[in-house]
């Protein structure tokens, strides 16, 4: 419960590298989530080099700015994208993509298990992540999967940067449960 309680989002990472045994543990840890009749439809794609996510966060930042009509998330985030201090990626020194490897009903999902599991594993060994969902329309192009070695076929679902945080966010708290009992 406790490293349920004191996951938060991290925005703002040491210099300190994640190594690839730390990357490959927490993959570990992601296949271990629940998934629709076994079928585990899910695959990783890791990135253990600051500067490159940085560039592809300043790559995608500037496709959403041309391209926020063609999103879900619309005019209220063109502010966030246009302040020139906004890192998408947060400087982070990983990213963890975790991608459905199928179109079933549940594989999208099951995947969300998965990066669940992944982020808390990862507080657990006092690394912090952060889901940047704003990244997924640029890195399920097409284009960018091709670039990136990421098989076509495959739905990026969860992008989570990866690292050691400067501190730990306070808590913004949770509203109370909202239980509806059936009868």
């Not at 040491?14 to 570990?28: N, S």
């Not at 629709?36 to 995608?60: C, E, T």
């Not at 993509?97 to 990066?115: G, H, N, P, Y």
């Not at 640029?138 to 990136?148: A, F, G, M, Q, T």
Request: glycine share 6%; charged share 20%.
């Amino acid at each position: 419960m406790d490293v349920i309680a004191g996951r938060r989002a991290v925005r703002e990472f040491t210099g300190a590298a994640v190594q690839h045994p730390t990357a490959e543990r927490l993959v570990q840890a992601a296949i271990l989530a629940p998934s629709a009749m076994n079928l585990q439809p899910w695959a990783f794609a890791v990135l253990l080099d600051r500067a490159k996510i940085h560039s592809y966060g300043r790559r995608i930042k500037s496709w959403l700015l041309e391209n926020i009509a063609q999103t879900a998330f619309g005019a209220r985030i063109r502010s966030t994208l246009e302040d020139p201090q906004y890192a998408l990626f947060h400087h982070a020194p990983a990213l963890l993509l975790i991608l459905a490897k199928s179109s079933e009903a549940q594989a999208r999902e099951d995947c969300c298990l998965a990066a669940q599991n992944l982020m808390l594993a990862a507080r657990n060994e006092g690394l912090g992540t952060c889901w940047i969902g704003l990244s997924r329309p640029w890195l399920n192009l097409p284009s960018s999967k091709r670039e990136l070695g990421l098989p076509e076929s495959c739905h990026v679902v969860a992008p989570i940067v990866l690292g050691y945080p400067t501190s730990w966010p306070e808590s913004h708290g949770r509203n109370p449960a909202e239980i509806h009992w059936l009868t």
